[in-house]
């Protein structure tokens, strides 16, 4: 029998959508909700963010009735009557609810999307990197030797630091760099390769016409590029003094730039506090690990 199933994941600053058909991903999409930078000026999940989620949940039930939709981030934040306001809605209008996932959870979903078909006989670090959350997840031949949770994220640094949404910010990488730097603290564990998840990193160096290389030290079709830490360094440096409205014109979403500029920090002072020789970006999310457990009753392993 065919399988066929929608997984939406509602994050602070970013809702995806990936249906599955018959474990291949047949349609993705993402759409730049600002849950987490709206619940800060109204004290609640803004009612206009909700209409937006709800968009979204009309484009998935075109493709299948099997939905299952997940809430990160601020949706760990939010009281349970909130919560429960919010699903009665959804159980009116849609006969769903949103299912709240913990952050580490989230993490090892990812993380899972990522190791699962890989082999390579080395320490990686995976990371999770979103709106108001940061996870890193270190695996060894396919099991998890390490962990980290941060409760901060892009939508953080970027509120410090305003002028990193703006065309040629005032503030410098040093000092934005120095700032998380603070906040990371010291990471014991050293890896070979520091995998990019948890968002569409591959959207970045798309749109801002960086050059990546052929990933030659495994094999995935969602890991197909990567670049060498001398390479990285230069471009993030780059990413803070180059045209970020020139970038945004590249895209077909110039609204998801606003974090980018703080990602691309944060992803490098990781890369070298975990002496990661090789960056992989990647645009896989939680949601990779998700229809393997839900389609092929795979476990999580920890």
Same mark, same amino acid.
């Given at each position: ?76 934040? %939010?009281? /349970?009557?909130?919560? @429960? ?7 009116? #209008? $849609? ?5 709240? !996932? ?42 998890? %030797?390490? /962990?980290?949770?941060? @409760? ?7 509120? #410090? $630091? ?5 065309? !040629? ?134």
């Amino acid at each position: 029998m065919d399988k066929k199933i929608a997984i939406i994941e509602i994050g602070s600053n970013n809702t995806k959508t990936h249906i599955y058909e018959n474990s291949n991903l047949v349609k993705e999409n993402n759409v730049t909700i600002e849950f987490k930078k709206n619940y800060k000026k109204e004290n609640r999940i803004s009612f206009s963010d909700l209409d937006k989620l709800y968009d979204v949940i009309k484009n998935a039930l075109e493709y299948t009735k099997n939905i299952h939709i997940y809430g990160c981030s601020i949706f760990r934040n %939010i009281t /349970k009557e909130e919560l @429960d306001e919010i699903n009665k809605v959804l159980k009116e #209008k $849609f006969n769903l609810e949103i299912e709240v !996932v913990s952050q580490e959870d989230e993490a090892m979903y990812t993380a899972l999307g990522c190791y699962n078909n890989i082999k390579y006989d080395g320490n990686i670090c995976i990371f999770i990197g979103g709106g108001g959350s940061i996870e890193l997840i270190f695996v060894n031949n396919g099991k998890v %030797i390490d /962990k980290k949770y941060y @409760d901060f994220g892009v939508v953080d640094v970027t509120t #410090k $630091f305003s002028s990193l949404k703006d065309d !040629v910010p005032t503030c410098t990488f040093d000092e934005v760099y120095s700032y998380v730097d603070d906040l990371i603290g010291d990471l014991e564990t050293k890896v070979d390769i520091l995998i990019l998840a948890g968002g569409d990193h591959l959207y970045w160096y798309n749109n801002a016409r960086y050059d990546l290389l052929a990933n030659t030290l495994y094999k995935d079709e969602s890991q197909k590029y990567m670049l060498i830490r001398d390479m990285s360094d230069t471009y993030d440096k780059d990413a803070l003094v180059t045209s970020l409205d020139k970038i945004r014109n590249n895209s077909d979403n110039p609204l998801w730039f606003d974090g980018s500029r703080a990602m691309k920090v944060i992803t490098n002072l990781i890369s070298h506090k975990v002496d990661a020789k090789y960056i992989v970006p990647t645009k896989i999310n939680m949601e990779e690990g998700l229809q393997i457990t839900l389609l092929n009753n795979v476990t999580m392993k920890s």
